[in-house]
């Protein structure tokens, strides 16, 4: 058989060499002319096709109903393999050259080969695992697959809780160490209020020294009364990535490291630094120490820097909008402490909405936020500032709302008992434009001021929501309103703008995730973290919330590939752009939204 057949493409470049020589020395290939029948339904299947270059079409037996079209490097008919007969009629639509594939070889690498097997398997979970593992072991830095182990961390320094300050800095200098965790008494009551953390506190110098120049405390105090609990941690095995997301989320310069309940080490950022090629921990120092709103701005730009690198170097895609969103709601927070009056700040909250509540913004879009003030609070002067701040995120990269929702905004400024009154009052209406923002509302995350104050008017919302059925079947409608971007012949149709993965998918998984959490009182945020929780509770199988979540994923990865290669922030892809593999993965995200939107509306009986 001819060289030229490409064995880099998955699922053929999961094959070992010799599978691979197998292979390609039991292909043929065969010409088709137009309207020719490749296959008839009915008949015993002996190859599997891999298209060279023409156009198939698949039909039903009597030929009432189209299911799908092939081209260049798609495969068919796999079922047939596994159920020895063709189902469907197969007819080249122009002339058409085609690889064929012998059924008893097809099988043989198919029993032999679990990671060629998986990607033919239908859950587009397992299929979605495969393609990435391809493409990481092609790009995947090594710094994503380092895990936590001991020769990374420092082995844990434990000491009793009833040493003396004076006795455990001594320790710390002769040991040339900064930091120790403290073994803290069974009988600690911290231990009886929170019986599930781990239980250990933690001691810095620094602390220790606060401790005795600051709050009065004698040289002779037990160590354990002013340790720290509870400790953030990470598993040993865990992976180090994971162990960064959660530093720079807390903005903890260590954290301890875990065999079960038990301390075996202490990891600092420098040692993660010396593992990692990226700059996330140096962009939220620099966003940390900004003591004004240019020298923030810097630290800002280089934010779309830090995502390219992370894509380029194979990071997960969830992965890369956990800490964005991290260093995302650092910037927001630290723009509202330079530009808001520091008197204010227990007395407002400063909450984001949409995506950016979510977590599932990556690069910066539209600004959404809202502010909520303390009932009895009088800030009769608040525009100018909060114009300020608006126009100041404005400069950091975050473009204005086209609906203004900003604080800029009198509507998304109001009280406490203004914000469940205006609530109440979009509940009752339950019109479209109510409706919306009862959704941007639902996902408000507390990212600056006294973040306590959202969270009264978050469980109400939860309370009106929950289980009422005609309001959450308005609410969940407009899920249903775009239409899934398929052809009637089952692939991915496309427009001269391209692909709105926003609208066609994005969108009626969030929408409908968002109105599932609010029936079943599911304070989760993120759409991932809501998906998670609806499967443990039965609410969504377990496959179709892998599924969902593995849509997700892909849209979310192939928008913020193009956005980054062709430097736009709008959410239509190119299909041109996209290989015949993620091609193959878009057509079944579209087929999981589709049958999604169908559930959704069984469930709530909407007709769309």
């Known amino acids: 058989m001819p060289d030229k057949f490409n064995m880099q493409s998955p699922p053929f470049n999961r094959l070992s060499e010799g599978q691979q020589q197998r292979l390609r020395s039991s292909l043929d290939v065969a010409y088709y002319r137009a309207k020719d029948v490749i296959l008839k339904s009915g008949e015993e299947s002996q190859h599997l096709y891999i298209l060279i270059k023409g156009a198939v079409e698949e039909r039903s037996a009597d ?47 198919y029993n032999e080969n679990g990671e060629f097997a998986a990607y033919f398997d239908n859950n587009l979970a397992k299929r979605q695992e495969l393609i990435e593992a391809a493409q990481q072991q092609q790009n995947l830095a090594e710094f994503i697959l380092t895990k936590v182990d001991n ?33 803290l008494n069974e009988d600690d009551s911290r231990l009886e209020e929170k019986p599930n953390e781990h239980p250990y506190g933690i001691v810095t110098r620094t602390n220790m020294l606060h401790a005795v120049m600051l709050e009065g405390h004698p040289l002779d105090t037990k160590v354990g009364d002013i340790a720290t609990f509870p400790v953030f941690h990470v598993d040993d095995g865990d992976f180090l990535f994971n162990a960064m997301i959660t530093m720079t989320k807390k903005r903890m310069k260590r954290v301890m490291v875990c065999e079960g309940n038990k301390a075996v080490g202490m990891l600092d950022m420098t040692q993660i630094l010396s593992a990692f090629s990226t700059h996330s921990h140096v962009l939220t120092l620099s966003i940390a120490r900004a003591t004004t709103i240019d020298e923030l701005a810097l630290a800002a730009n280089r934010q779309r820097n830090l995502v390219d690198s992370l894509l380029t170097n194979g990071i997960r895609t969830r992965f890369i909008m956990e800490l964005i969103s991290a260093v995302n709601e650092q910037i927001i927070e630290k723009a509202f402490e330079l530009v808001v009056p520091p008197a ?25 936020n809202a502010i909520i003030m303390k009932d009895g609070f009088r800030w009769p002067d608040h525009r100018p500032i909060l114009d300020i701040f608006t126009h100041t995120l404005q400069q950091l990269g975050y473009p204005l709302c086209p609906g203004k929702v900003m604080v800029n905004n009198p509507e998304w400024v109001q009280s406490e008992s203004e914000w469940k009154q205006t609530i109440t009052e979009w509940v009752e209406a339950a019109r479209p434009e109510q409706v919306m923002k009862l959704a941007i509302v639902a996902d408000a995350h507390a990212v600056a001021g006294n973040k306590a104050l959202l969270e009264p008017i978050k469980q109400h919302l939860s309370n009106l929501m929950a289980d009422q059925e005609l309001i959450l079947t308005e609410f969940t409608r407009p899920a249903l309103n775009f239409s899934v971007p398929l052809t009637l012949f089952g692939n991915v149709k496309s427009s001269k703008e391209g692909v709105d993965l926003k609208q066609g998918g994005i969108f009626p998984i969030v929408h409908g995730v968002r109105a599932l959490s609010l029936e079943y009182q599911i304070m989760e945020n993120n759409t991932f973290e809501r998906i998670e929780t609806l499967m443990r509770r039965k609410v969504l199988e377990k496959e179709t919330a892998d599924n969902l979540t593995e849509a997700l994923k892909q849209f979310f990865k192939l928008r913020l590939a193009q956005q980054l290669s062709q430097q736009h922030s709008h959410n239509s892809i190119d299909l041109k752009l996209l290989d015949r593999t993620e091609r193959d993965l878009l057509r079944h995200s579209l087929h999981v939204v589709k049958k999604f939107k169908q559930w959704l509306g069984y469930h709530y009986q909407i007709r769309e």
């Open 151 to 183: 020769s990374i961390y420092h082995p844990a320094v434990t000491l009793p809780s009833d040493m003396s300050l004076i006795e455990v800095t001594r320790y710390l200098k002769e040991k040339g160490i900064d930091a120790a965790l403290i073994e």
């Open 344 to 368: 204010l700040h227990d007395d407002i909250c400063l909450m984001v909405l949409g995506s950016e509540g979510r977590g599932e913004q990556i690069l910066k879009t539209d600004q959404d």
């Open 63 to 109: 030929e009432s109903e189209i299911f799908a079209h092939y081209a260049n490097d798609d495969i068919f008919d796999v079922r047939s393999q596994f159920e020895n007969t063709v189902k469907h009629r197969y007819v080249a639509l122009e002339d058409t050259l085609s690889y064929m594939m012998p059924r008893s070889v097809f099988l043989e690498l």
